[in-house]
C-alpha cells in the first residue's frame, strides 16, 4: 500500500521559462549544470496544498531520454521546500527500490544502498541534494553542491535512479514531468 505521502500528487506544470533558468513550483532551475542540460522538472504535493519537493532531470544528451536508465550521464536535484529528515527519504528510497528490483538485485546492491543512505543528509527548506551518474565514475550524492558520497557501480547508480524514474517510480507524476522535456523559447 502506497502511503498518503507518495499517492497524493498534483502535475505540475512549468511556471515561466527564461533564458537562465525555468521555474517549477515557485524554484528557480538552471538551465544547465556544466554539461547536463534541464530536461523536465516536476512538484511532489501532498493533497493539494502542501509542497513537498522539486525535482529536475538533466541529461548531458535530452536523445537519451527514452534510455535514461541505461549507462547515459544523467542528474537529479531535488530541491526541499521544508525540513525533510533523512529517515522519511531512505523509507521512501527503499520501498520504491524494492519495487523496482527483484529480490536478488535489492539484496546484492544492498552494502551499496545503505552507503549512499548513511551518507544522506536532512533536507533543509531551500536546500538541494544531487544524484549524478557519469559512466566510469559512478554515483555521486551532493547536497548545496559539496560532494558528500561517490559509488562507483553502474548497476547501482541506474538501480537508484529507478526511484525516480524506473517502472515503479515513487512519483508517477513527477516522473512523466521530468521526462517530458522542456521547451525554452529565447524571447
Not at 519495487?99 to 546484492?108: H, I, Q, V
Not at 512519483?171 to 522535456?181: F, I, N, P, Q, Y
Request: hydrophobic fraction near 40%; glycine fraction near 8%; charged fraction near 25%.
Amino acid at each position: 500500500m502506497k502511503s498518503l505521502f507518495l499517492k497524493t500528487f498534483l502535475p505540475t506544470l512549468l511556471l515561466s521559462l527564461g533564458a537562465e533558468a525555468a521555474t517549477v513550483g515557485g524554484v528557480d532551475l538552471p538551465l544547465q549544470h556544466g554539461d547536463f542540460k534541464l530536461q523536465g522538472a516536476g512538484l511532489l504535493r501532498k493533497g493539494f496544498i502542501f509542497k513537498i519537493y522539486v525535482g529536475a532531470l538533466y541529461l548531458e544528451n535530452t536523445n537519451d531520454v527514452h534510455r535514461v536508465l541505461s549507462d547515459v550521464p544523467k542528474r537529479i536535484d531535488i530541491h526541499y521546500f521544508h525540513h525533510t529528515p533523512k529517515k522519511h527519504m531512505i523509507r521512501a528510497a527503499i520501498g520504491t527500490l524494492r519495487k523496482n528490483l527483484t529480490a536478488a538485485e535489492y539484496d546484492r546492491l544492498l552494502p551499496m544502498i545503505d552507503e549512499l543512505h548513511d551518507a544522506y543528509r536532512d533536507g533543509a527548506k531551500g536546500s538541494f541534494a544531487s544524484i549524478i551518474f557519469r559512466p566510469g565514475e559512478g554515483l555521486t550524492y551532493r547536497f548545496d553542491d559539496e560532494t558528500i558520497a561517490t559509488i562507483r557501480n553502474e548497476e547501482f547508480a541506474n538501480a537508484y535512479f529507478s526511484i525516480w524514474l524506473g517502472k515503479e517510480p515513487s512519483s508517477r507524476t513527477v516522473k512523466e514531468a521530468m521526462l517530458k522535456g522542456v521547451e525554452v523559447s529565447q524571447e
